[in-house]
Nanobody, 124 residues
């Protein structure tokens, strides 16, 4: 059974750091593209970062050089290290996986599986 479970969200002051984790409990996506998206209240879900085709990564401009996506295949876990957090980073963060593709995508509908989300709140 495919299941993605996120953790690591919380409340942090601006300038702080958090690390999100997403466990692929079904051990399904070790070689598939996975990504982090976020959604703030009243806004559309937006791309944050993706890990694809081996060790390749791609980031949204708004988080480049502050956020870092990584993957521990032995632990079936995707991470998002978030540094220098800003109030505008406040959102629910979702882990997502493509069931058949290794390639990068920034588009939510191209991802087949989603976690339940973890809340990140950055205070000013």
């Amino acid at each position: 059974q495919v299941q993605l479970v996120e953790s690591g969200g919380g409340l942090v002051q601006a300038g702080g750091s958090l690390r999100l984790s997403c466990v692929d409990s079904g051990r399904t996506f070790s070689n598939r593209a996975m990504a982090w998206f976020r959604q703030a209240p009243g806004k559309e879900r937006e791309f944050v970062a993706t890990s694809y085709s081996g060790d390749n990564t791609l980031y949204a401009d708004s988080v480049k050089d502050r956020f870092f996506i990584s993957r521990d295949k032995a632990k079936n876990t995707l991470y998002l290290l978030m540094n220098t957090l800003k109030p505008e980073d406040t959102a629910t963060y979702f882990c997502a996986a493509r069931s058949t593709s290794y390639w990068a995508s920034r588009v939510p509908f191209e991802f087949d599986y989603w976690g339940q989300g973890t809340q990140v709140t950055v205070s000013s």
